[in-house]
């Protein structure tokens, strides 16, 4: 059974850092590209950064670019986000995401169930 | 930056049929992903690569893409089918992914 368990989200001060950990198991970690999408409270699914399957490639949503780094730890089977220079509208739920595959337009299969993050003073 | 428009809301009775549209510059030349969300819940796909369903979702749900839109469709709508509905593309040319606007969908 595949399983996405994302940790890390906490309340943060605006311009704080963050680091977000994503475990995965039930799957060939190393065989997919993953994702990170995030939803503010009460709003829609926002696409924050992806990652190639050996971490090769990284994208970022201009919203996050530079602020923003996505990682992989293949020997892990662990996903990361770290976040920097944060902002009172990058306060969300935070989803790790799984692809069907390895090429990137192919879609998201599995997520987990977010870590919330809230960036107040 | 690529845009995918979504209408806020579709409205449908029992039985009937909801269509969800997904507006994108020449979308047709991309794969179309469509997710349900359910209040409180993560989203689940329905619909990939433009019309093909995973293991577990109804064949009441369907999708088309072609010119500059694309369409999920929900045939005999029941009570369970009301969530929020998102499309996704992988737009090649600014590697970027872009999610829908979303559309609420009630079941009357």
């Known amino acids: 059974e595949v399983q996405l368990v994302e940790s890390g989200g906490v309340v943060v001060q605006p311009g704080g850092s963050l680091r977000l950990s994503c475990a995965a198991s039930g799957f060939t970690f190393d065989d997919y590209t993953m994702h990170w999408v995030r939803q503010a409270p009460g709003k829609g699914l926002e696409w924050v950064s992806l990652?190639?399957?050996?971490?090769?490639?990284?994208y970022s949503a201009d919203s996050v670019k530079g602020r923003f780094t996505i990682s992989r730890d293949n020997s892990k089977n662990s996903l990361f986000l770290q976040m920097n220079s944060l902002r009172t509208e990058d306060t969300a739920l935070y989803y790790c995401a799984k692809a069907f595959g390895y090429s990137y337009g192919l879609g998201i299969d599995y997520w987990g169930q977010g870590t919330l993050v809230i960036v107040s003073s | 930056s690529y845009v995918l428009t979504q209408p806020p809301s579709v409205s449908v009775a029992p039985g009937q049929t909801a269509r969800i549209t997904c507006g994108g510059d020449n979308i047709g030349s991309e794969s179309v992903h469509w997710y349900q969300q359910k209040p409180g819940q993560a989203p689940v796909v329905v619909v990939y690569?433009?019309?093909d369903r995973p293991s577990g979702i109804p064949e009441r749900f369907s999708g088309s893409n072609s010119g500059n839109t694309a369409t999920l469709t929900i045939s005999r709508v029941e009570a369970g089918d009301e969530a929020d509905y998102y499309c996704?593309?992988?737009?090649?040319?600014?590697?970027?992914?872009?999610f829908g606007t979303g559309t609420k969908v009630t079941v009357l």
């Open positions: 690569d433009d019309s």
């Open positions: 990652i190639s399957w050996d971490g090769g490639s990284t």
């Open positions: 996704q593309v992988w737009n090649s040319s600014s590697h970027h992914s872009v």
